[in-house]
């Protein structure tokens, strides 16, 4: 029988609505800095997208993922349903891989979030080399895996207000 390997035995609080969005306009806002042509720059919406898919599939899913995908395709001004099509791809995976992806330890979540990066990317080149753009080189693909990177990080600040105590009580500084 295998055991989850996680450190920590807590059982988290239901993650708020309020800081869903919030963590998915931070990382939207984070995709609009215009970074040039610098390759390995983290791709921050399908991070932050596939992470809550994964830890609350029941309140994040494919219509979000459609709604900003399609903001930042206006925003940017790239081929129109580009983003929101490979955006709605990676919360139906990530939401379907999200049961088996959480009995794994941080590390081999990122290994599981990779492909899943990948894919998103892979269709959005798919798309702009089917309206005519050039292939952008093999560096386009190394924000995929930057991103892996951050997954390990990204959980800590992203669970944190999970973890706050069901009671509070006076005399306990924290």
Wanted: aromatic share 14%; with cysteine; charged share 10%.
């Amino acid at each position: 029988m295998i055991q989850p390997t996680h450190s920590s035995r807590r059982i988290l609080l239901p993650a708020r609505g309020w800081f869903i969005t919030l963590s998915l306009l931070v990382a939207f806002v984070l995709d609009l800095i215009p970074f040039g042509r610098l390759p390995g720059i983290p791709d921050w919406f399908p991070l932050v997208l596939a992470f809550w898919c994964i830890h609350q599939p029941l309140k994040i899913g494919m219509g979000a993922g459609f709604f900003f995908g399609l903001a930042l395709d206006v925003a940017n001004g790239s081929v129109m349903g580009q983003h929101a099509f490979a955006y709605v791809l990676l919360a139906f995976a990530a939401g379907g891989l999200s049961r088996r992806v959480l009995w794994f330890p941080l590390g081999q979540q990122a290994l599981h979030v990779l492909p899943l990066l990948l894919g998103t990317q892979l269709a959005m080149l798919l798309i702009r080399l089917a309206t005519g753009a050039e292939f952008p080189g093999a560096l386009y693909f190394l924000s995929s895996f930057v991103g892996t990177l951050f997954w390990h990080p990204l959980n800590y600040v992203l669970l944190l207000p999970q973890y706050r105590p069901v009671e509070r009580d006076e005399n306990r500084p924290i």
